[in-house]
């Protein structure tokens, strides 16, 4: 499922950031954001920009127009616990990832603009596999329960035209 937009923190005022997923009662993943990308009290995705790590660890969504940043998020019905598996093309792709408490696993992907994302993805206990693809002006299409890799080429064919 794709994410269109997250609702920003401010510590302190003025340093604004997200909190995506939830362990207990900690964020899985906190982001800082240049406030160049914060509209009306949220991030909207795509953002142009692209998430980066800080010496110290954290990690920071600085705006650019060389990159494109996209959310989505894959549920997991079984509730097992077990992460999604991830595969992203293009291999410059920077995946980061969160949890919801075991049943939603979802990642933020920064992609070189212009570039289309595909997002290989199972549930960790197995329960749902498919594609997610996002073109380069938004368009979010996701496949599940293919069967083969001929559908998987078929998928792709059709999302190209």
């Not at 954290?58 to 494109?68: G, T």
């Not at 949890?99 to 570039?115: F, H, R, W």
């Amino acid at each position: 499922m794709k994410i269109e937009k997250v609702a920003v923190k401010c510590k302190d005022g003025r340093f604004p950031y997200i909190e995506l997923g939830r362990f207990g009662r900690k964020p899985s993943l906190l982001v800082w954001v240049s406030g160049r990308l914060v509209q009306e009290g949220h991030i909207f995705f795509p953002a142009n920009g692209r998430v980066v790590k800080t010496e110290k660890g954290s990690f920071v969504l600085k705006a650019s127009d060389d990159y494109i940043t996209h959310c989505i998020e894959i549920i997991d019905a079984n509730r097992n616990g077990l992460p999604a598996i991830w595969r992203v093309d293009p291999p410059s792709a920077e995946v980061h990832e969160y949890t919801y408490d075991s049943s939603i696993t979802g990642a933020l992907i920064s992609v070189p603009a212009g570039e289309t994302v595909w997002v290989s993805w199972r549930t960790g206990g197995g329960w749902r596999e498919g594609i997610s693809v996002i073109t380069p002006d938004g368009k979010y299409y996701e496949v599940t329960g293919f069967r083969d890799k001929e559908e998987v080429e078929e998928i792709r064919r059709l999302v190209d035209e």
